[in-house]
């Protein structure tokens, strides 16, 4: 082949910059519709509104006639980083939503019974270039020094001590709980502070342009029409635009996850609040307590075909504290994702997207980053196939890493005493997961997909509180001597716990913070 010359190289650019784009809607892009409120819809349009307000108009419709559950919603800490980008006051946000601090996750049950375990949200110990911190840790214990894998981290083990504080001294990493109705009337009032146009009324007709099959309209009860350049589906586990109109397609994932319904209810606290979410595994699934300020969230995910709805809610009642403020609701979902999360001029958000159960709170934080993901690849001039592609690819990744973490759980268990843990021994899993596992157990090594918002820490934190520990760790640990490595593990572990014990209680932190 001959050597490409500059005139050869400009020729094949120029054919490159012709290629034709089927997709391209010719008009710009100015008036977005958000159809549905909710978390999802108002969190898009406070986000737009605030950080594309100049260049685009917001209208929300929703239905005043639909239904919200009202439980507690629990997050991870990106939801921080979203919050600052959106000027959110941290304090008013928790004024107003009943929030309290999040550092992470106590799973009882889940290895076996009786057994519990924490995923927190901290760095445990310290790495090196070749390995993570659990590789000193491993090679610590069989010297029998070792202790807790725990013991090496802030936040774990202030959330094992109901400890909180945040401060440029304490820098421990957290997320929150909170109301989520009271949420999505926070961030409404934003939004139309903001100069979003809230619309209540019944979607009866979604029109679409005859030859592109772009939405242009949505057709309302009260017979108006709300037209627009690009729309977001916010409309919950029925995508009216992204399915019952685009018929984008739904990958059911409940061979992998088994549990289909929930019920949920939230009862008076009896206690001070702690500062993690309490997952809690029974014999079909398992149960939620998130914690607020006046209130406890609660709700039991299960499998209807090992739990029926009425033994579901008795459970639930059975195992919840304090007074019931409302009736506990059964709820049924499909686990799964839309084969696309943007399709022609609609981008799904929140349900209407997909839904992984919220075991490890992932809800909110997908809504967080297909709006992100949304706002950098913003069509101002008009939908492109390569936007479409780009962010349905790490829609995919992402959702693939989440369900991969997921699924984890119930396959990596030491539990078999009921039909439904004994059929998440048998279940098949992804392949993706199978060769992570594999490779763990093999090697002690974590690495992350693309998509994976779960960090080293996390992997290693779940996987051998579940009950999987390497059989081996990387040689790079055994370049420190025995006397080294316990001077090494010996301070850190007293670093942790004296920061630990400067840190006032959860519940008097709130109360001092929130005057």
Known sequence: M??????????GQAHFDSLPDSSAIQSPVKQVVIAGGGTAGWMAATALSRLLGKSISVTLVESKDIGIVGVGEATIPPIRTFHKLLGIDEKAF??????????????QNWREKSHSYIHSFGITGR?????????????????GFAGEFGDYCPELLAAKQGKFASSDTVPLNFAYHFDAVAYGRFLKQLAIDAGVTHIEGDINRVQQCPTSGN??????????????????????????????????GYDDWRHFLLCDSAVAMQTTLTQPPLPYTKSIAHEAGWQWQIPLQERMGNGLVYCSRFMSDEKAIATLKAQ??????????VIRFTPGKRRKGWNKNCVALGL?????????????????????????????????????????????SEMDAILDFIVMHYKVTNRHDSPFWQQCQRMDIPLSLTHKLRLFEQTGRVFLDDGDIFRVDSWTQV???????????????DEMSEAALKQFMTGLKQ?????????PSHAQFLEHYLK
């Open 320 to 329: 919840v504290s304090g007074d019931p403020i409302n009736s506990p609701r």
């Open 495 to 503: 670093q942790v716990m004296q920061q630990v014990a400067s840190l």
């Open 215 to 248: 939405i242009t309209s949505l057709n309302l009860a009260d017979n108006s029409e709300i037209k627009g350049d690009f729309f977001i589906d916010c409309t919950g586990f029925k995508g009216l635009l992204i399915e019952e109109t685009l018929h984008t």
């Open 352 to 396: 209407a997207s997909g839904f992984i159960e919220p075991l490890e709170s992932t809800s909110i934080h997908l809504i967080m980053t297909g709006l992100v993901r949304l706002m950098r690849l913003f069509p101002f001039d008009g939908v492109t196939q390569s936007a479409i592609d780009e962010y349905n690819a790490k829609f995919t």
């Open 127 to 143: 790495e090196c270039w070749a390995g993570e911190f659990h590789h000193f840790w491993l090679r610590a214990k069989d010297y």
């Open 94 to 107: 928790m004024r107003a939503t009943q929030a309290t601090f999040k550092l992470g996750i106590e799973f």
């Open 463 to 477: 996987l051998m509180g579940q009950g999987m520990l390497p059989k081996q760790y990387h040689r790079v640990a």
């Open 2 to 11: 001959p050597p490409l010359d500059s005139e050869s190289t400009t020729q």
